[in-house]
């Protein structure tokens, strides 16, 4: 069964910077992309960043030279790096994991339960 865990969220001060962590775990055979959506109460997800297995990344537009992506394939973990936080960065941050465990054929997307980030004016 495959997990994903996030770590890192929290309150931090407008201007200031947190690192969003995720590892995946169980029974892992391989892992495609990788990446990071976040939502308010009540509005769709939406994509933060994206990394592919060869290190390939993408952003959304409004986080581009704040946000960094980057993950360990060693240790199935990926990561956001936050800097220059603002306030309508306020949200619940899932990370998600293109994985085909050992115990089948193809890929499927797992999420995480999803992390607090707190940006206070």
């Known amino acids: 069964q495959v997990q994903l865990v996030e770590s ?5 001060q407008a ?8 590892a995946a775990s169980g029974s892992i055979l ?9 939502q308010a109460p009540g509005k769709q997800r939406e994509l933060v960043a994206v990394i592919t297995s060869g290190g390939i990344t993408n952003y959304r537009d409004s986080v581009k030279g704040r946000f ?6 060693a240790k199935n973990t990926v990561y956001l790096q936050m800097n ?4 309508e960065d306020t949200l619940v941050y899932y990370c998600f994991a293109e994985v085909r465990p050992s115990t089948a ?4 997307v797992y999420w995480g339960r999803g992390t607090q980030v707190t940006v206070s004016s």
Do not use: E, F, Q
């Open 84 to 87: 220059s936080l603002k306030p």
């Open 8 to 12: 890192g969220g929290g309150l931090v």
């Open 105 to 108: 054929l193809y890929h499927s």
């Open 68 to 73: 960094t992506i980057s993950r360990d394939n």
């Open 15 to 22: 201007g200031g910077s947190l690192r969003l962590s995720c």
């Open 30 to 38: 391989s892992i495609n992309a990788m990446g990071w959506y976040r």
